[in-house]
């Protein structure tokens, strides 16, 4: 005898034709508001080339450090 995964009993309100979709199901990410094109404020996120720039330049630094020690 097969297991039965079905409700005998009947459902208490009447089954929907379509299942209901909802846009929230589906958004993952919220967008930002849209700006004009003439919006000179900043953005959110700083830009991002001063960390490049200490970045690559702190081996070099180091290095200088290192030799000024040593002599």
């Known amino acids: ?12 309100r009447p089954p929907r034709e379509r299942p209901i979709v909802r846009l929230s199901h589906y958004v993952v990410q919220r967008r930002s508001a849209p700006r004009a094109a003439n919006d ?3 953005p959110r996120l700083g830009p991002v080339w001063p960390w490049a720039m200490a970045a690559a330049a702190a081996p070099t630094v180091m290095a200088a450090l290192i030799l000024t020690r040593l002599i």
């Open 1 to 12: 005898m097969p297991i039965c995964r079905h409700s005998i009993a009947s459902p208490s």
């Open 40 to 42: 000179n404020r900043h």
